[in-house]
T-cell receptor, first 113, second 114 residues
Framework: GENVEQHPSTLSVQEGDSAVIKCTYS??????FPWYKQELGKRPQLIID?????GEKKDQRIAVTLNKTAKHFSLHITETQPEDSAVYFC????????????FGTGTRLTIIP | DVKVTQSSRYLVKRTGEKVFLECVQD?????MFWYRQDPGLGLRLIYF???????EKGDIPEGYSVSREKKERFSLILESASTNQTSMYLC?????????????FGPGTRLTVL
């Protein structure tokens, strides 16, 4: 089955700097890669996703890049703000609506004011 | 707006008790999932369901069972709770439509087994 590895497990950045979180996956059939954000005491929520037919996707200050050959994808947050502090999870699946997601182990991002 | 609710936010049970965790979604989603969340281990899939009365094992099904008698409700059952099942349990749902893979999570149930 799919295995998703996520690094780093913790990340601290100064407010205004950029943050990058990286994930690798094992199943070459995976073609859907979402990122979820979980604020303290709250439920995970989708913040951005990418499918294998594109190499990059942006939404304001966040972007995701995908390298299918190397089987890795990354989340980039620019101009970080205190509200970006949270745990971020990457995931992978084959992209069918009823297919399960395999999640990474999470990255705790702390923005230092 | 999708709403996924779970029956309890906090639950304390004793070893050997039978425990029921309930999840309800109001968006007519076909797919429902149960995860447990532990520090450093991320979200691990216990069971999922594509349809009423259908169930599939996830990555860590041992010690758990599920029931889906109605489309909107997915129950997780711990037949005989053990201390290593102390965890945060998250339910999620998703639609079967094309390019609609987003999973919507419930608020979680923090279960403590004494």
């Amino acid at each position: 089955g799919e295995n998703v590895e996520q690094h780093p497990s913790t990340l601290s950045v100064q407010e205004g700097d950029s943050a990058v979180i990286k994930c690798t996956y094992s199943d070459s059939a995976s073609n859907y890669f979402p990122w979820y954000k979980q604020e303290l005491g709250k439920r995970p929520q989708l913040i951005i996703d990418i499918r294998s037919n594109v190499g990059e996707k942006k939404d304001q200050r966040i972007a995701v890049t995908l390298n299918k050959t190397a089987k890795h994808f990354s989340l980039h947050i620019t101009e970080t703000q205190p509200e970006d502090s949270a745990v971020y999870f990457c995931a992978a699946s084959t992209g069918e609506g009823n297919e399960k997601l395999t999640f990474g182990t999470g990255t705790r991002l702390t923005i230092i004011p | 707006d999708v709403k996924v609710t779970q029956s309890s936010r906090y639950l304390v049970k004793r070893t050997g008790e039978k425990v029921f965790l309930e999840c309800v979604q109001d968006m007519d989603h076909e797919n429902m999932f149960w995860y447990r969340q532990d520090p450093g281990l991320g979200l691990r899939l216990i069971y999922f369901s594509y349809d009423v009365k259908m169930k599939e094992k996830g990555d860590i099904p041992e010690g758990y069972s599920v029931s889906r008698e109605k489309k909107e409700r997915f129950s997780l059952i711990l037949e005989s709770a053990s201390t290593n099942q102390t965890s945060m349990y998250l339910c999620a749902s998703s639609s079967d439509g094309a390019h609609t893979d987003t999973q919507y999570f419930g608020p979680g149930t923090r279960l403590t087994v004494l």
